[in-house]
């Protein structure tokens, strides 16, 4: 059982408006990176986040922004969205090179 | 640029058949090689890794070959069970930039 935990798993959102995603990494993992995964594609890397501070970004525009806090759980927020921007959200945690745990995601609908 | 593709989006196989899903990537630089799998409404799972000094890597039911000379990846499941059937990953670790990159995915369809 993957010890990473996404909320909510499912929302709908209106084109426009604001979301937040969270994501409760797995106990001791101090890095988390954010993931966006369309209907049949692969995970494209949106940001990661080392001791609450940004330290990759993947090509995503600034409305894309996240969190760390001091407990290692993130947030993902995404503003003025878009209808592309309807996908599964991934969260995976680490705490080296490799071990990556993934969430079971927050499957995103803009309408 | 760099990417991770796959030659095959969807593979049927028999109960009890070896399966073998393959992967191409296109950064020589890459050194670090994970396959994925993904069930339906689930994340990513891991399921074994390589490293670029390497050419094999064998694990529980499950192999991962790796050529570099042609930049090519694959991973073999042998006994392939109906639990199998999912879609499968590769992905390239940016071990500068802590990155994956992900393929597009091959589906997986074990019949009994």
């Known amino acids: 059982e993957t010890g990473v935990t996404q909320s909510p798993t499912h929302l709908i959102k209106t084109r426009g408006q604001q979301v937040t995603l969270r994501c409760s990494s797995q106990s001791g993992h101090n890095t988390v990176s954010w993931y966006q995964q369309a209907l049949g594609q692969g995970p494209q890397f949106i940001f990661q986040?080392?001791?609450?501070?940004?330290?990759g970004r993947g090509n995503f525009p600034p409305r894309f922004s996240g969190l760390q806090f001091p407990n290692y759980s993130s947030e993902l927020n995404v503003n003025a969205l878009e209808l592309d921007d309807s996908a599964l959200y991934l969260c995976?945690?680490?705490?080296?090179?490799?071990?990556?745990?993934f969430g079971s995601g927050t499957r995103l609908t803009v309408v | 640029g760099e990417s991770v593709g796959l030659h095959l989006p969807t593979l049927s196989v028999q109960e009890g058949d070896n399966s073998i899903i393959n992967c191409a990537y296109s950064?020589?630089?890459?050194?670090?090689f994970i396959w994925y799998k993904q069930e339906s409404g689930k994340g990513p799972q891991f399921i074994i890794d390589i490293r670029s000094n390497m050419d094999k890597r064998q694990g529980q039911r499950v192999t991962v070959l790796l050529n570099k000379t042609v930049k090519h990846l694959s991973l073999q499941i042998a006994a392939t069970q109906p639990g199998d059937s999912a879609v499968y990953f590769c992905?390239?670790?940016?071990?500068?930039?802590?990155?994956?990159?992900f393929g597009t995915g091959t589906r997986l369809l074990v019949s009994p």
């Open positions: 995976a945690s680490s705490l080296e090179l490799g071990g990556y745990t």
């Open positions: 950064n020589s630089a890459s050194d670090y």
């Open positions: 986040y080392y001791r609450e501070e940004e330290n």
């Open positions: 992905a390239d670790l940016n071990t500068g930039f802590q990155k994956l990159v």
